[in-house]
């Protein structure tokens, strides 16, 4: 019976331990609608009917696509890290890690992000259709949009308003998967896909430039707003309420050590007494008495060894009433 014990509970720590864990949960959502695609079922949410969204976890490989009007923020668990996904937009959750970061793809669409910094060989990567960008810790957009300028032209773009972020072209050029050298941006900059003719041939390029006033507006009107959901953290006790416990602290023990040394004192006397009962009254204890005694001698010397513990967390104690 325990050995099946053993394997009930040693299987059910492992499921719990194996669990799937949410990537991502939606902190604030605005417009009309947007559907998420979980393990290839796709389940619709009507913000403008009343769907609560707010809560909703997204996982590893799921799709979220947007429509006209609707905005959403995500949380990257257990970080602090957000990804705002504007309208008409379609976002694949690829890869996290417990720090944060990991990959993500746009199909198409307006995103921005704001990652805090990383450590050790951990990155924030997005990827378009044909450009991705790095971060270790920034504040960056990126567009897969329609050209305005050349209808029925996709044009990729990403920006940097705080920190720096890294990015590659991956289109695959002339062929031979040559692709540009990694473009470095800084806050106010924007690095655009482009091509240069090498030897007769369209090689992918990366062009960094201003940011344009267009996206500075479209991400001040649509600026973050989600409320971030913190991590339980310990109280950081000021030095004074640390004072204060510690003195609390310091009397405890040493009152512990005196009434606990004053119980184990009485209880040895009373051990010590019932242990010669029957030799001074044999006349009125006429049973034996030294299993009692026991009892008593060593209940108060559990009571003794209580005590020199509390007096030893007095003494090796900081603060204390008396004298500090």
């Not at 507006?217 to 640390?242: A, M, R, Y």
Request: charged share 20%; net charge negative; glycine share 12%.
């Amino acid at each position: 019976m325990c050995t099946v014990l053993f394997f009930f509970m040693t299987f059910s720590l492992f499921a719990q331990s194996t669990q799937v864990k949410a990537s991502a949960v939606i902190i604030f959502a605005d417009g009309d609608s947007f559907d998420v695609i979980h393990e290839g079922e796709s389940t619709s949410y009507d913000i403008a009917g009343g769907d609560a969204v707010e809560g909703v976890e997204l996982y590893t490989g799921d799709i979220l696509n947007t429509y006209g009007g609707t905005f959403l923020e995500l949380q990257l668990t257990p970080s602090e890290n957000i990804v705002k996904i504007s309208e008409n937009t379609s976002f694949t959750v690829e890869s996290t890690d417990a720090s944060g970061g990991g990959s993500f793809s746009i199909n198409y669409g307006r995103v921005r992000a704001k990652v805090t910094k990383l450590f050790g060989l951990e990155k924030f990567r997005i990827t378009g259709p044909s450009m991705v960008a790095g971060v270790r810790g920034t504040d960056f957009g990126f567009d897969s949009i329609i050209s305005k300028d050349s209808p029925g032209n996709l044009v990729s773009r990403v920006y940097c308003f705080k920190g720096t972020v890294s990015v590659e072209n991956t289109a695959e050029g002339n062929g031979k998967g040559e692709v540009s050298e990694p473009a470095l941006i800084h806050q106010g900059e924007m690095a655009v896909e482009t091509s240069v003719q090498q030897k007769g041939v369209q090689t992918p390029s990366l062009k960094v430039l201003p940011i344009l006033p267009e996206i500075k507006n479209f991400w001040k009107i649509n600026d973050f707003q989600g409320s971030v959901i913190k991590e339980e953290t310990t109280e950081v006790l000021p030095k004074e309420k640390i004072s204060v416990v510690s003195s609390i602290r310091k009397d405890n023990f040493g009152h512990a050590a005196v009434w606990t040394g004053t119980a184990g004192l009485l209880l040895e006397a009373a051990g010590a007494v019932l242990y010669f009962s029957s030799d001074l009254f044999p006349q009125v204890i006429t049973f034996d008495t030294g299993s009692f005694a026991n009892a008593f001698f060593i209940s108060g010397g559990i009571m003794f060894g209580g005590s020199l513990l509390s007096l030893i967390g007095y003494l090796t104690s900081p603060g204390g009433s008396s004298g500090n």
